[in-house]
């Protein structure tokens, strides 16, 4: 350790007696020609540490409300917005969190086969470990995941003058289980905040929530954030 430690006391006083001759622009680039190495690799680690700080700080927080957006090419639903401003309209302290994910993309014609299937599983995941309040995505999709998916019975959770309101955009599907009949789990969001002046036939975006939902309560007040009394300004 004592010879290392010499070593390294040798090479910072040649280095900088080197450097102490040069004029400031020839110290400049005889640093970022000879340690432009140490630097890439200083900044990686760096970026690294910053990175594996924040997840361990995130994942201290407690985890308020989760939703996946498929199909959003046009970002009308922009997660990392979206998290900031329903986070304010639920009263979130620092200790809470919303994550919203809209990197997904589900083609069910043969199309972009490998994203699917990411896609695809991951809410599939989600949905089997009771740990996704909902899905926004298009008609299509939503019918396609509705054949297999039971949905949460939102008459049996929104407020009653919400779901009164809603109940235009509301759509029931088929439990597929055969037990519940129709489910009305599921709202068209043509006439949402996102979409009301996008210019999107009907059908084109639906939220649906999986039957398991964890924070039921959360999903409402987004529910109810989609679709404000007052129209947005």
């Not at 995130?58 to 989760?66: A, D, P, R, S």
């Amino acid at each position: 350790m004592r010879g290392w430690m010499e070593r390294l006391r040798r090479w910072r006083d040649r280095e900088g007696e080197k450097l102490r001759g040069m004029t400031l622009p020839k110290r400049i680039g005889y640093v970022f020609t000879y340690y432009k190495g140490w630097m890439l690799g200083f900044l990686v680690l760096a970026l690294f540490a910053g990175y594996a700080a924040d997840v361990v700080i995130q994942n201290q927080k407690e985890t308020v409300l989760q939703g996946f957006f498929t199909n959003d090419q046009r970002d009308y639903f922009p997660a990392a917005r979206l998290q900031g401003d329903v986070a304010d309209h639920l009263g979130l302290d620092g200790g809470q969190r919303i994550i919203f994910d809209d990197g997904l993309y589900v083609d069910l014609h043969g199309e972009a086969v490998e994203y699917t299937a990411a896609s695809n599983g991951k809410i599939i995941a989600y949905i089997s470990t009771a740990s996704l309040d909902f899905v926004v995505t298009t008609g299509e999709v939503y019918r396609h995941f509705a054949q297999d998916v039971p949905l949460l019975d939102l008459s049996q959770h929104l407020p009653a003058d919400v779901y009164d309101r809603l109940a235009p955009y509301i759509d029931a599907a088929p439990d597929p289980a055969g037990e519940r009949g129709s489910v009305p789990g599921a709202i068209e969001l043509s006439q949402s905040r996102f979409l009301q002046d996008a210019g999107l036939p009907e059908g084109s975006y639906y939220l649906f929530a999986p039957y398991n939902a964890p924070h039921v309560q959360a999903l409402c007040q987004f529910i109810q954030y989609c679709f404000p009394a007052q129209p947005p300004r």
